[in-house]
């Protein structure tokens, strides 16, 4: 069984640092395209960041793709979100996605249910 858990979130001040990470265990690590997605209250959750399943590419959306960086360790089967100089508007629950099919070529930005899933972490920036 496929359990994906997601840790580092928590409570900063705008222009700190935190770096999110998602064990992915139950399954061969590094065969699956892997993402973040955020959500805030009474939104729909948001793509944020995604990596290829073999780590030579990465894509983030507009609005982070200068601050956040997105990497993976296979030996601890983990994918990381590094984020840097937060602001209050980053401040969300953090997903971490992992598909379920082997080897796609792009990772998608759009949050889909058969995708593995963790429970979030939250983040939370203040001014």
């Known amino acids: 069984q496929v359990q994906v858990a997601e840790s580092g979130g928590g409570s900063v001040q705008a222009g700190a640092s935190l770096r999110l990470s998602c064990v992915i265990s139950?399954?061969?690590?590094?065969?699956?395209?892997t993402a973040w997605f955020r959500q805030t209250p009474g939104t729909e959750r948001e793509f944020v960041a995604a990596?290829?399943?073999?780590?030579?590419?990465?894509y983030y959306s507009d609005s982070v793709k200068d601050r956040f960086a997105i990497s993976k360790e296979g030996a601890k089967n983990t994918v990381y979100l590094q984020m840097n100089s937060l602001k209050p508007e980053h401040t969300a629950v953090y997903y971490c996605?992992?598909?379920?099919?082997?080897?796609?070529?792009?990772?998608?930005?759009?949050?889909?249910?058969?995708?593995?899933w963790g429970q979030g972490t939250q983040v939370t920036v203040s001014s």
């Open positions: 996605a992992t598909e379920s099919s082997r080897y796609r070529n792009k990772p998608t930005r759009k949050p889909k249910d058969d995708d593995y």
């Open positions: 139950g399954r061969t690590f590094s065969n699956y395209n």
């Open positions: 990596i290829k399943w073999n780590g030579a590419s990465t």
